[in-house]
Protein backbone atom coordinates (compact mmCIF):
# COMPACT_ATOMS: atom_id res chain seq x y z
CA UNK A 1 0.00 0.00 0.00
CA UNK A 2 1.26 3.19 -0.78
CA UNK A 3 2.05 5.68 2.00
CA UNK A 4 0.85 9.27 1.63
CA UNK A 5 1.33 11.11 4.73
CA UNK A 6 4.76 13.76 4.33
CA UNK A 7 4.77 12.38 0.49
CA UNK A 8 4.64 14.52 -2.32
CA UNK A 9 1.83 13.34 -4.82
CA UNK A 10 1.15 14.67 -7.82
CA UNK A 11 -2.02 14.00 -9.92
CA UNK A 12 -2.09 13.70 -13.40
CA UNK A 13 -4.93 14.84 -15.17
CA UNK A 14 -7.63 16.12 -12.66
CA UNK A 15 -10.78 15.35 -14.89
CA UNK A 16 -14.31 16.08 -14.74
CA UNK A 17 -15.81 12.68 -13.82
CA UNK A 18 -14.65 12.67 -10.30
CA UNK A 19 -11.73 10.63 -10.24
CA UNK A 20 -9.20 12.95 -9.54
CA UNK A 21 -10.88 14.97 -7.47
CA UNK A 22 -10.86 11.83 -5.44
CA UNK A 23 -7.75 10.71 -5.30
CA UNK A 24 -6.74 14.89 -4.97
CA UNK A 25 -8.87 14.75 -1.79
CA UNK A 26 -8.14 11.60 -0.46
CA UNK A 27 -4.47 12.52 -0.47
CA UNK A 28 -4.44 16.07 1.12
CA UNK A 29 -6.94 14.71 3.64
CA UNK A 30 -4.04 12.38 4.67
CA UNK A 31 -1.50 14.50 5.08
CA UNK A 32 0.35 14.05 1.43
CA UNK A 33 1.47 17.56 -0.22
CA UNK A 34 -0.73 17.55 -3.25
CA UNK A 35 -0.38 18.84 -6.68
CA UNK A 36 -2.81 18.88 -9.14
CA UNK A 37 -1.50 19.14 -12.88
CA UNK A 38 -4.19 19.03 -15.95
CA UNK A 39 -3.60 20.34 -19.33
CA UNK A 40 -6.90 21.79 -19.20
CA UNK A 41 -7.17 24.88 -17.92
CA UNK A 42 -9.10 26.52 -15.05
CA UNK A 43 -12.20 27.40 -16.91
CA UNK A 44 -12.85 23.45 -18.38
CA UNK A 45 -11.91 22.37 -14.75
CA UNK A 46 -14.51 24.66 -12.91
CA UNK A 47 -16.76 22.20 -11.52
CA UNK A 48 -14.03 19.39 -10.65
CA UNK A 49 -12.10 22.70 -8.60
CA UNK A 50 -15.24 23.62 -7.16
CA UNK A 51 -14.99 19.98 -5.37
CA UNK A 52 -11.42 21.36 -3.76
CA UNK A 53 -11.63 24.25 -2.44
CA UNK A 54 -10.78 25.08 0.36
CA UNK A 55 -7.95 22.36 0.71
CA UNK A 56 -3.77 22.71 0.53
CA UNK A 57 -3.73 21.62 -3.07
CA UNK A 58 -1.69 23.46 -5.64
CA UNK A 59 -2.65 23.66 -9.26
CA UNK A 60 -0.80 23.56 -12.60
CA UNK A 61 -3.44 23.68 -15.34
CA UNK A 62 -3.21 24.23 -19.00
CA UNK A 63 0.21 22.21 -19.07
CA UNK A 64 2.66 19.95 -17.34
CA UNK A 65 6.17 20.45 -16.21
CA UNK A 66 8.96 17.98 -15.82
CA UNK A 67 10.47 18.61 -12.76
CA UNK A 68 7.04 18.01 -11.23
CA UNK A 69 7.08 14.69 -12.32
CA UNK A 70 10.99 13.77 -11.19
CA UNK A 71 11.08 15.32 -7.71
CA UNK A 72 7.51 14.00 -7.03
CA UNK A 73 7.49 10.47 -4.36
CA UNK A 74 4.16 9.29 -5.87
CA UNK A 75 2.17 10.09 -9.01
CA UNK A 76 -1.64 9.13 -9.14
CA UNK A 77 -2.78 9.28 -12.93
CA UNK A 78 -5.97 9.18 -14.14
CA UNK A 79 -7.49 7.05 -16.67
CA UNK A 80 -8.01 9.00 -19.77
CA UNK A 81 -4.17 9.72 -20.05
CA UNK A 82 -2.20 8.08 -22.98
CA UNK A 83 0.39 6.18 -21.49
CA UNK A 84 1.99 5.69 -24.54
CA UNK A 85 5.00 7.90 -25.22
CA UNK A 86 4.77 10.19 -22.46
CA UNK A 87 6.97 12.11 -22.15
CA UNK A 88 6.64 13.25 -18.34
CA UNK A 89 5.84 9.58 -17.13
CA UNK A 90 8.83 9.04 -19.07
CA UNK A 91 11.04 10.89 -16.97
CA UNK A 92 9.36 10.16 -13.75
CA UNK A 93 10.26 6.32 -14.91
CA UNK A 94 13.98 7.61 -15.21
CA UNK A 95 13.36 8.82 -12.15
CA UNK A 96 12.28 6.07 -10.25
CA UNK A 97 9.38 7.79 -8.89
CA UNK A 98 6.74 5.25 -8.80
CA UNK A 99 3.40 5.64 -9.93
CA UNK A 100 -0.52 4.49 -9.36
CA UNK A 101 -4.01 5.16 -9.38
CA UNK A 102 -7.14 6.65 -8.34
CA UNK A 103 -8.49 2.54 -8.88
CA UNK A 104 -5.61 1.17 -7.21
CA UNK A 105 -5.43 3.71 -4.28
CA UNK A 106 -8.89 2.20 -3.88
CA UNK A 107 -8.50 -1.39 -3.63
CA UNK A 108 -5.91 -1.27 -1.84
CA UNK A 109 -7.47 0.12 1.31
CA UNK A 110 -11.08 -2.18 0.87
CA UNK A 111 -11.15 -4.50 3.62
CA UNK A 112 -12.48 -7.14 2.32
CA UNK A 113 -12.09 -8.43 -1.53
CA UNK A 114 -14.30 -11.35 -0.82
CA UNK A 115 -17.37 -8.75 -0.91
CA UNK A 116 -16.25 -6.75 -4.21
CA UNK A 117 -18.12 -7.44 -7.50
CA UNK A 118 -16.23 -5.91 -10.74
CA UNK A 119 -17.64 -5.48 -14.53
CA UNK A 120 -16.18 -4.62 -17.77
CA UNK A 121 -17.03 -5.22 -21.61
CA UNK A 122 -17.05 -3.63 -24.33
CA UNK A 123 -21.44 -2.11 -24.45
CA UNK A 124 -23.60 -2.68 -21.48
CA UNK A 125 -21.43 -2.23 -18.51
CA UNK A 126 -22.58 0.60 -16.98
CA UNK A 127 -26.43 -0.73 -17.13
CA UNK A 128 -25.03 -4.23 -15.92
CA UNK A 129 -23.02 -2.42 -12.62
CA UNK A 130 -26.23 -0.29 -11.79
CA UNK A 131 -28.39 -3.31 -11.85
CA UNK A 132 -25.91 -5.29 -9.54
CA UNK A 133 -26.01 -2.12 -6.87
CA UNK A 134 -29.54 -1.66 -7.61
CA UNK A 135 -30.32 -5.93 -6.58
CA UNK A 136 -27.91 -5.98 -3.71
CA UNK A 137 -29.22 -2.09 -2.33
CA UNK A 138 -32.58 -4.47 -2.24
CA UNK A 139 -31.40 -7.19 -0.49
CA UNK A 140 -28.82 -5.73 1.70
CA UNK A 141 -29.84 -2.02 2.18
CA UNK A 142 -28.29 1.18 0.87
CA UNK A 143 -25.50 1.57 3.58
CA UNK A 144 -23.96 -1.71 2.61
CA UNK A 145 -23.48 -1.18 -0.90
CA UNK A 146 -21.38 1.28 -2.33
CA UNK A 147 -21.21 2.17 -6.38
CA UNK A 148 -17.95 3.53 -7.80
CA UNK A 149 -15.10 3.17 -10.75
CA UNK A 150 -15.64 4.23 -14.25
CA UNK A 151 -19.57 4.73 -13.71
CA UNK A 152 -18.43 8.12 -11.86
CA UNK A 153 -17.70 9.75 -8.16
CA UNK A 154 -14.44 7.95 -6.20
CA UNK A 155 -15.20 5.79 -3.35
CA UNK A 156 -12.07 7.13 -1.56
CA UNK A 157 -14.28 9.58 -0.30
CA UNK A 158 -15.54 6.52 1.98
CA UNK A 159 -13.27 3.77 1.74
CA UNK A 160 -12.24 4.59 4.90
CA UNK A 161 -15.92 3.78 6.55
CA UNK A 162 -16.10 0.85 5.09
CA UNK A 163 -16.72 -2.71 7.07
CA UNK A 164 -15.99 -5.86 5.67
CA UNK A 165 -19.72 -6.58 5.80
CA UNK A 166 -20.24 -3.48 3.12
CA UNK A 167 -20.15 -4.59 -0.83
CA UNK A 168 -18.33 -2.52 -3.48
CA UNK A 169 -19.84 -2.64 -7.13
CA UNK A 170 -17.09 -1.33 -9.57
CA UNK A 171 -17.58 -0.70 -13.20
CA UNK A 172 -14.16 -1.73 -14.83
CA UNK A 173 -12.70 0.38 -17.92
CA UNK A 174 -9.71 -1.00 -20.14
CA UNK A 175 -8.02 2.06 -19.08
CA UNK A 176 -8.58 0.74 -15.61
CA UNK A 177 -7.73 -2.65 -16.00
CA UNK A 178 -4.57 -1.98 -17.82
CA UNK A 179 -3.14 -0.34 -14.70
CA UNK A 180 -4.68 -2.63 -11.89
CA UNK A 181 -1.70 -4.28 -9.69
CA UNK A 182 -2.51 -7.53 -7.73
CA UNK A 183 -6.18 -7.31 -7.73
CA UNK A 184 -9.23 -8.63 -8.91
CA UNK A 185 -12.93 -8.70 -7.78
CA UNK A 186 -14.21 -11.38 -5.94
CA UNK A 187 -16.79 -11.33 -8.34
CA UNK A 188 -15.80 -10.71 -12.18
CA UNK A 189 -18.64 -10.38 -14.69
CA UNK A 190 -17.71 -9.64 -18.43
CA UNK A 191 -20.52 -8.39 -20.83
CA UNK A 192 -19.44 -9.03 -24.24
CA UNK A 193 -16.58 -7.70 -26.45
CA UNK A 194 -15.97 -5.68 -29.29
CA UNK A 195 -13.05 -3.42 -30.85
CA UNK A 196 -13.39 -0.22 -28.86
CA UNK A 197 -10.57 1.96 -27.82
CA UNK A 198 -8.47 0.73 -30.72
CA UNK A 199 -7.21 4.79 -30.92
CA UNK A 200 -5.59 3.81 -26.92
CA UNK A 201 -4.88 0.11 -27.49
CA UNK A 202 -3.58 0.35 -30.75
CA UNK A 203 -4.81 -3.01 -31.55
CA UNK A 204 -7.67 -5.69 -30.59
CA UNK A 205 -5.20 -8.16 -28.90
CA UNK A 206 -3.69 -5.45 -26.91
CA UNK A 207 -7.52 -4.44 -25.66
CA UNK A 208 -8.53 -7.82 -25.03
CA UNK A 209 -5.64 -8.54 -23.15
CA UNK A 210 -6.52 -5.28 -20.69
CA UNK A 211 -10.22 -6.72 -20.31
CA UNK A 212 -8.68 -10.33 -19.60
CA UNK A 213 -7.08 -8.25 -16.36
CA UNK A 214 -9.97 -8.26 -14.54
CA UNK A 215 -9.61 -12.17 -13.96
CA UNK A 216 -5.69 -12.17 -13.79
CA UNK A 217 -5.90 -12.68 -9.79
CA UNK A 218 -8.64 -14.48 -8.96
CA UNK A 219 -8.42 -18.16 -7.42
CA UNK A 220 -10.89 -21.51 -6.99
CA UNK A 221 -13.22 -19.49 -4.91
CA UNK A 222 -13.96 -16.77 -6.97
CA UNK A 223 -16.35 -16.42 -9.77
CA UNK A 224 -16.61 -14.61 -13.32
CA UNK A 225 -19.75 -14.50 -15.34
CA UNK A 226 -19.45 -14.69 -18.39
CA UNK A 227 -21.94 -12.83 -21.49
CA UNK A 228 -22.35 -15.37 -24.82
CA UNK A 229 -19.61 -13.27 -27.01
CA UNK A 230 -16.87 -14.19 -24.14
CA UNK A 231 -18.02 -17.94 -23.11
CA UNK A 232 -14.27 -19.02 -24.29
CA UNK A 233 -12.39 -16.90 -22.00
CA UNK A 234 -13.31 -19.32 -19.37
CA UNK A 235 -10.46 -21.21 -20.30
CA UNK A 236 -7.89 -18.24 -19.31
CA UNK A 237 -10.05 -17.68 -16.21
CA UNK A 238 -8.88 -19.27 -12.67
CA UNK A 239 -12.09 -18.53 -11.12
CA UNK A 240 -15.29 -20.81 -11.42
CA UNK A 241 -16.57 -19.48 -14.70
CA UNK A 242 -20.35 -19.36 -15.43
CA UNK A 243 -21.73 -18.78 -18.88
CA UNK A 244 -25.11 -16.59 -18.81
CA UNK A 245 -26.31 -16.67 -22.60
CA UNK A 246 -30.10 -16.25 -21.89
CA UNK A 247 -31.99 -13.15 -21.34
CA UNK A 248 -34.66 -13.07 -18.66
CA UNK A 249 -38.25 -13.41 -19.57
CA UNK A 250 -39.59 -10.92 -17.16
CA UNK A 251 -40.78 -7.24 -18.43
CA UNK A 252 -38.34 -4.29 -17.20
CA UNK A 253 -38.69 -0.70 -17.36
CA UNK A 254 -35.71 -0.31 -20.13
CA UNK A 255 -36.74 -1.42 -23.52
CA UNK A 256 -34.46 -4.12 -25.61
CA UNK A 257 -33.73 -7.78 -25.53
CA UNK A 258 -29.71 -6.56 -24.40
CA UNK A 259 -30.91 -5.19 -21.35
CA UNK A 260 -32.84 -8.67 -20.61
CA UNK A 261 -29.32 -9.97 -21.03
CA UNK A 262 -27.63 -7.09 -18.89
CA UNK A 263 -30.46 -8.07 -16.12
CA UNK A 264 -29.49 -12.14 -16.37
CA UNK A 265 -25.67 -11.01 -15.96
CA UNK A 266 -26.69 -8.99 -12.95
CA UNK A 267 -29.21 -11.63 -11.40
CA UNK A 268 -26.26 -14.18 -11.81
CA UNK A 269 -23.32 -12.21 -10.13
CA UNK A 270 -26.13 -11.35 -7.33
CA UNK A 271 -26.70 -14.83 -6.56
CA UNK A 272 -23.10 -15.58 -6.09
CA UNK A 273 -23.46 -12.47 -3.41
CA UNK A 274 -25.68 -14.49 -1.91
CA UNK A 275 -29.05 -13.32 -3.02
CA UNK A 276 -31.86 -15.71 -3.66
CA UNK A 277 -32.42 -15.35 -7.94
CA UNK A 278 -36.00 -15.00 -7.70
CA UNK A 279 -36.10 -11.54 -5.16
CA UNK A 280 -32.73 -10.38 -7.82
CA UNK A 281 -35.30 -10.61 -10.89
CA UNK A 282 -37.95 -8.95 -8.60
CA UNK A 283 -35.53 -6.15 -7.64
CA UNK A 284 -34.50 -5.76 -11.75
CA UNK A 285 -37.73 -5.35 -12.68
CA UNK A 286 -38.03 -1.93 -10.45
CA UNK A 287 -34.60 -0.71 -11.97
CA UNK A 288 -35.39 2.39 -13.99
CA UNK A 289 -32.52 2.87 -15.78
CA UNK A 290 -29.21 5.32 -15.75
CA UNK A 291 -29.47 8.74 -17.67
CA UNK A 292 -28.24 8.83 -20.89
CA UNK A 293 -28.79 5.09 -21.66
CA UNK A 294 -32.06 4.34 -23.91
CA UNK A 295 -33.80 7.43 -21.84
CA UNK A 296 -37.05 8.42 -22.35
CA UNK A 297 -36.81 11.96 -22.82
CA UNK A 298 -40.01 13.30 -24.44
CA UNK A 299 -43.27 12.08 -26.53
CA UNK A 300 -44.82 14.32 -28.71
CA UNK A 301 -47.14 13.01 -31.38
CA UNK A 302 -47.00 9.31 -29.96
CA UNK A 303 -43.22 9.52 -30.92
CA UNK A 304 -40.67 9.22 -28.28
CA UNK A 305 -37.54 10.62 -28.05
CA UNK A 306 -34.85 8.04 -26.35
CA UNK A 307 -31.61 9.88 -25.28
CA UNK A 308 -28.94 6.98 -25.16
CA UNK A 309 -25.68 9.46 -25.56
CA UNK A 310 -23.68 6.80 -23.47
CA UNK A 311 -23.67 4.23 -26.42
CA UNK A 312 -19.75 5.12 -27.51
CA UNK A 313 -19.44 1.81 -29.49
CA UNK A 314 -20.73 0.58 -32.47
CA UNK A 315 -22.26 -2.92 -31.10
CA UNK A 316 -24.06 -0.56 -28.14
CA UNK A 317 -25.56 0.84 -30.80
CA UNK A 318 -26.37 -1.91 -32.63
CA UNK A 319 -28.08 -3.09 -29.63
CA UNK A 320 -30.26 -0.27 -29.38
CA UNK A 321 -31.58 -0.63 -32.79
CA UNK A 322 -32.46 -4.37 -31.78
CA UNK A 323 -34.56 -3.11 -29.20
CA UNK A 324 -37.37 -1.26 -31.45
CA UNK A 325 -39.21 -3.04 -33.86
CA UNK A 326 -37.55 -2.93 -37.20
CA UNK A 327 -38.06 0.41 -39.03
CA UNK A 328 -39.71 2.12 -36.03
CA UNK A 329 -36.61 4.16 -35.24
CA UNK A 330 -35.31 7.12 -36.59
CA UNK A 331 -31.46 6.53 -35.47
CA UNK A 332 -28.72 9.43 -34.74
CA UNK A 333 -25.66 7.98 -35.43
CA UNK A 334 -21.68 9.75 -35.01
CA UNK A 335 -19.04 11.23 -33.68
CA UNK A 336 -15.69 10.88 -32.55
CA UNK A 337 -13.32 8.74 -34.63
CA UNK A 338 -11.91 5.97 -31.97
CA UNK A 339 -11.06 3.75 -35.54
CA UNK A 340 -13.30 1.18 -34.75
CA UNK A 341 -14.84 -0.26 -38.11
CA UNK A 342 -17.76 2.19 -38.48
CA UNK A 343 -19.00 0.47 -41.98
CA UNK A 344 -21.02 -2.32 -40.80
CA UNK A 345 -22.86 -0.27 -38.18
CA UNK A 346 -24.02 2.27 -41.45
CA UNK A 347 -25.16 -0.75 -43.06
CA UNK A 348 -26.71 -2.28 -39.97
CA UNK A 349 -28.68 0.63 -39.13
CA UNK A 350 -29.84 1.21 -42.91
CA UNK A 351 -31.39 -2.31 -42.87
CA UNK A 352 -33.17 -1.67 -39.65
CA UNK A 353 -34.52 1.50 -39.10
CA UNK A 354 -36.95 4.41 -40.57
CA UNK A 355 -34.46 6.89 -40.79
CA UNK A 356 -30.30 7.63 -40.28
CA UNK A 357 -29.20 11.09 -39.79
CA UNK A 358 -25.27 10.69 -39.02
CA UNK A 359 -23.03 13.70 -37.24
CA UNK A 360 -19.22 14.31 -36.33
CA UNK A 361 -16.28 12.82 -37.88
CA UNK A 362 -17.44 9.36 -38.24
CA UNK A 363 -20.78 10.84 -39.99
CA UNK A 364 -20.13 10.98 -43.51
CA UNK A 365 -18.45 7.34 -43.28
CA UNK A 366 -21.36 6.10 -41.38
CA UNK A 367 -23.69 8.03 -44.49
CA UNK A 368 -21.73 6.05 -47.13
CA UNK A 369 -21.99 2.57 -45.84
CA UNK A 370 -25.53 2.84 -44.91
CA UNK A 371 -26.66 4.66 -48.31
CA UNK A 372 -24.89 1.62 -50.08
CA UNK A 373 -27.33 -0.48 -47.66
CA UNK A 374 -30.83 1.46 -47.98
CA UNK A 375 -33.46 0.78 -49.36
CA UNK A 376 -36.75 2.49 -48.12
CA UNK A 377 -34.71 3.89 -45.48
CA UNK A 378 -33.58 7.95 -46.00
CA UNK A 379 -29.99 8.58 -44.94
CA UNK A 380 -28.90 11.96 -44.21
CA UNK A 381 -25.32 13.68 -43.71
CA UNK A 382 -26.35 16.48 -41.08
CA UNK A 383 -22.96 16.80 -39.40
CA UNK A 384 -24.42 18.73 -36.31
CA UNK A 385 -26.65 17.36 -33.59
CA UNK A 386 -29.10 20.27 -33.66
CA UNK A 387 -29.77 19.62 -37.67
CA UNK A 388 -29.98 15.76 -37.03
CA UNK A 389 -33.14 16.30 -34.33
CA UNK A 390 -34.25 19.08 -36.88
CA UNK A 391 -34.43 16.42 -40.09
CA UNK A 392 -35.61 13.57 -37.63
CA UNK A 393 -38.67 15.48 -36.09
CA UNK A 394 -39.87 15.95 -39.73
CA UNK A 395 -39.37 12.70 -40.87
CA UNK A 396 -40.83 10.34 -37.81
CA UNK A 397 -44.50 9.32 -38.26
CA UNK A 398 -47.01 8.78 -35.35
CA UNK A 399 -45.72 5.46 -33.01
CA UNK A 400 -42.02 6.09 -34.48
CA UNK A 401 -39.64 6.47 -32.51
CA UNK A 402 -36.39 9.01 -32.25
CA UNK A 403 -33.26 7.55 -31.12
CA UNK A 404 -29.76 9.22 -30.34
CA UNK A 405 -27.83 6.23 -30.04
CA UNK A 406 -24.09 7.59 -31.83
CA UNK A 407 -22.27 4.19 -31.38
CA UNK A 408 -18.95 6.92 -31.15
CA UNK A 409 -17.26 8.77 -28.26
CA UNK A 410 -18.17 12.72 -28.28
CA UNK A 411 -15.36 14.43 -28.41
CA UNK A 412 -14.97 15.90 -31.63
CA UNK A 413 -18.11 18.07 -31.01
CA UNK A 414 -18.98 17.91 -27.10
CA UNK A 415 -17.16 17.75 -23.87
CA UNK A 416 -18.41 14.04 -22.94
CA UNK A 417 -21.39 12.20 -23.54
CA UNK A 418 -23.65 13.58 -20.86
CA UNK A 419 -23.29 16.95 -22.03
CA UNK A 420 -24.14 15.24 -26.14
CA UNK A 421 -27.07 14.08 -24.31
CA UNK A 422 -28.61 17.11 -22.49
CA UNK A 423 -28.08 18.91 -26.04
CA UNK A 424 -30.27 16.00 -27.49
CA UNK A 425 -32.85 16.45 -24.78
CA UNK A 426 -32.83 20.57 -25.39
CA UNK A 427 -33.15 20.38 -28.57
CA UNK A 428 -35.87 18.29 -28.84
CA UNK A 429 -38.31 20.00 -26.30
CA UNK A 430 -37.59 23.25 -28.74
CA UNK A 431 -38.45 21.66 -32.16
CA UNK A 432 -40.94 19.92 -30.58
CA UNK A 433 -42.72 22.98 -29.24
CA UNK A 434 -42.17 21.34 -26.02
CA UNK A 435 -40.08 23.66 -24.05
Given amino acids: ?157 VVDTLTPDDWVVLELSSFMLDTMLHFSPHICVVTNLGDNHLDRHGHLDAYVRAKKTIFRYQNHEDRAVLGPSVSDWRFDCPAVAIIEDEPIEEELLIPGEHNQLNAALAATACESAGVVRAKAIKALQTFPGLPHRLQLVATHNKVRFYNDSKSTTPESAMLAIESFEPHNAHLILGGYDKKADMAVLGRYAAAHCAGVYTIGHTGSAIAEAAKGEAKHCPVRSCGLLEVAVQEAIKAAKPGQAVVMSPGCASYDQFDNYEQRGRLFAEFVLRYTGDE
Fill in 1 to 157: MHELKDKRVVIMGLGRFGGGVGAARYCAKHGATVLVTDLLGEKELTESLAKLEGLPIQYRLGGHETADFTKADLIVINPAVDLRNNQYLHAAKTAKVPTTTEINLLVERLPDRGHTIGITGSAGKSTTTAMIAHVLTAAYGESRVHLGGNIGGSLLD
